[in-house]
DNA sequence: CAGTATCCCGCTTGATACTG
DNA sequence: CAGTATCAAGCGGGATACTG
């Protein structure tokens, strides 16, 4: 059971989807979580070449606060965190794969009819 | 015949299609063309309040450059232009859908167990 | 190990004015 | 009607250094 949506709240509600994926680096560490991995601060390190440590951080920080990711902290010393997806963040799932497919299907139309000119813009 | 993705790719893809849907008034201005809709610039500027004649007229370009909006010149004075998704523009629904489906995916997963808590962070 | 704290820069956005 | 041009502000992100 969907709920209703008018042009206005369906583009607020697509543009708070994307607030919760944007974000230079948030994709990145989500697949490298899909599929049940779990992973340590300093694993992301070692898995995505160029992250800063503050943005690391940021980035993480954010997608625990939206419900997508969730933080397990180990209390010892030297201390231990584990990241891993919430129920929710491994539902992103098919909205990803439908972004993807939409991407792949912009080639397949363009080649279909690649002879259309109907007086577009010089 | 989907491609092949690895984490890195994958988030590479998504990141693209996150490209052509970021901007302030993008999404505004798509939803009102989904639905085979036809604009014209003043309907915009009526349609969305708020935005400027330079934000509209650049989410337009960028949206008409990406192949997502077609653009119609009718070369009279004063000018009209009419405005209207392409194929794979219209193609996009799907994957709208599917992340407001996943936004609206977040209170039931919410509710539905409320009390377990598994030593979140404080 | 797993972070915080500062400083700084570029890019997007907004305000305003002008035009074929 | 349907734009373009210019200038300034705000915010995300990068570099670097420090800490329980």
Same mark, same amino acid.
């Given at each position: +059971? /969907?709920?209703?949506? *008018?042009?206005? *709240? ?8 994307? %607030? ?14 899909? /599929? =049940?991995?779990?992973?340590?601060? &300093? ?6 070449? /160029?992250?800063?440590?503050? +943005? ?7 997608? @625990?606060?939206? =419900?997508?990711?969730? %933080?397990? !902290? ?9 990241? %891993?997806?919430?129920?929710? /963040? ?5 909205? !990803?794969?439908? +972004?993807?497919?939409?991407? @792949?299907?912009? @080639?397949? !139309?363009? &080649? ?8 577009? &813009? &010089?």
């Amino acid at each position: +059971m /969907g709920k209703i949506y *008018t042009p206005a *709240t369906a583009a607020v509600g697509v543009e708070e989807v994307l %607030r919760l994926l944007e974000g230079r680096w948030k994709l990145i560490i989500l697949f490298h979580l899909f /599929g =049940g991995q779990v992973q340590r601060y &300093s694993d992301f390190e070692k898995l995505i070449p /160029g992250i800063s440590q503050k +943005m690391l951080a940021q980035q993480l920080r954010q997608l @625990e606060a939206d =419900g997508i990711v969730s %933080r397990k !902290l180990y209390p010892q010393v030297p201390p231990k965190v584990e990241y %891993r997806l919430t129920e929710w /963040g491994q539902a992103l799932c098919p909205a !990803l794969d439908a +972004m993807l497919k939409w991407a @792949e299907k912009r @080639e397949s !139309l363009l &080649s279909a009819h690649d002879g259309d000119a109907t007086q577009e &813009s &010089s």
